[in-house]
């Protein structure tokens, strides 16, 4: 069970449809996927007919919370997997390393324990128990980060770890969510399935940010299909991605998935269109108005694309077509933004 890693293969198994399960059942059915990994990615895309306070508009939402591991960072574990291995920097004996608050180390954890590679997942103290034990469930080894030096944030420290651990051995490979090509990349997919499935006819989108990988392969991959859609970021009150370190700081944010204190790498200055600051209170209210709604249970994030694209919807132009990003599960947040008790203690300032 958890903790015990499956003997390595020889050759890592191939990240790609079974050619096996064609010969087996036919060439009538669809080829199998090969392992839960070939089940990240084409997620559905539903119509949101009752958060719209408007018939004159559509509203679509991307449900990436039905990805296997919970979150739409089960595309970007795969992405950052295979470049690794495609690259020859993962091979059979390689550890895994990353810092992460939550979705990208399940989605890594689930993707390691598949190809049987060694995973550290580097959290800070802020990271949910629920997070941990996931995490763990999968075989990973967590290290959690409490102390800080002067000036660092706690991802400042966490990522000074990451680093000392990549440096300690040849055997060790940091996948860098946050510089990695092959993390916007992975988005090209998720991008490319809402312009298939709208054949390209949608006219905004709202993206929640952190390392700004899901928003720059989207943009990255609309300019070269030459669509110009509305691209909207939707970041934390308090997060550092799209203003100032000092002016940042002056909130403190609690739920994990979007938002950053420090800047993104893949952020271009006319990557997006809008940006628009949720606050917590605000991503609470966004997920309880969705479940309400559309009997959609999501995490934080997407409640602040709800609560963001709420603000903008009277003042859409009539026929607008919208797509929401909705990232992750809201099972996770059970003991947070389903608590009514821990959204009053938490969450009165803001
Ligand atoms: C739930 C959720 N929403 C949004 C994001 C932001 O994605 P990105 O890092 O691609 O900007 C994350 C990132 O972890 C997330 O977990």
Known sequence: M?????????????????????????????ALPSSILGCVGNTPLVTLNQIRTREDITVLGKLEM????????????VSL???????????????IVESSSGNLGIGLAQACRQLG???????????????????????????????????????????????????SSPDVYWVNQYQNPANPAAHHATIGEIIRETR????????A??????????????????????????????????????????????LPGHGSSRQSDFLKT???????????????????????????????????????FRRDEPYLESGTTVVLLLCDRGERYLDTINDEEWVEATLTSN
Do not use: W
Not at 66 to 77: E, L, V
Not at 81 to 95: Q, Y
Not at 212 to 217: D, F, H, P, Q, V
């Open 209 to 254: 940010t952190s390392t700004c990988g899901t928003l720059a392969g989207c943009r990255e991959y609309l300019n070269k299909r030459a669509l110009y859609p509305h691209l909207e970021a939707v970041d934390a009150t308090g997060s550092a991605i799209f203003q100032s370190k000092d002016k940042a700081n002056l909130t403190k944010r609690h």
């Open 200 to 207: 390209g006819q949608f006219d905004r989108i709202y993206v």
């Open 66 to 77: 039905q990805n296997p591991g919970g979150s739409i960072k089960d595309r970007t574990a």
């Open 81 to 95: 997997l295979k470049n690794g291995i495609r690259a020859g920097l993962i091979k059979p004996g390689t550890r």
């Open 2 to 30: 958890a903790g015990a890693m499956k003997p390595l293969s020889p050759s890592l198994p191939k990240l790609r449809r079974s050619t096996e399960s064609t010969r087996r059942f036919g060439t009538t059915s669809k």
């Open 117 to 167: 590679l060694a995973l550290t997942i580097v959290v800070d103290s802020r990271t949910s128990s629920k997070v941990v034990k996931l995490v763990k469930l999968y075989g990973a080894t967590i290290e959690v980060v409490r102390e800080t030096r002067d000036g660092e944030s706690l991802l400042d420290a966490r990522l000074r770890r990451v680093r000392e651990l990549a440096d």
């Open 270 to 308: 006319d990557y997006v269109d809008g940006v628009t600051h949720v606050s917590d209170r605000e991503c609470v209210e966004g997920c309880h108005f969705l479940l309400q709604q559309e009997g959609i249970l999501a995490g934080g994030s997407s409640g602040g694309v709800i609560s963001a």
